[in-house]
């Protein structure tokens, strides 16, 4: 978290991927929640440009643009 609320600071986007392993892939909604979780922990310095989606059948993703300096 540390490094992409640095990546952030420096205007630069943050891609956010999580993949399942196994059996993982059948609880689904446990990584949306995590991704959320961590899009909410970093809504100080940048917002996701769309929910999370997923990728093929292993990967979650999420792209965050830094806020707009005033």
């Known amino acids: 978290m540390s490094r992409a609320i640095e990546f952030l600071c420096d205007d630069m986007k943050v891609r956010v991927i999580l993949r399942f392993k196994g059996r993982q892939r059948i609880h689904e909604e446990f990584g949306i929640g ?3 979780r ?8 940048g ?3 769309a929910p999370p989606k ?3 059948d292993r990967d979650m993703n ?3 643009t830094p806020l707009p300096r005033p």
Do not use: H, R
């Not at 961590?38 to 310095?45: I, M, S, T």
């Open 34 to 36: 995590s991704v959320n």
């Open 38 to 45: 961590f899009v909410q922990e970093l809504a100080p310095y």
């Open 54 to 56: 997923t990728l093929g």
């Open 47 to 49: 917002q996701a440009d």
């Open 62 to 64: 999420v792209m965050l």
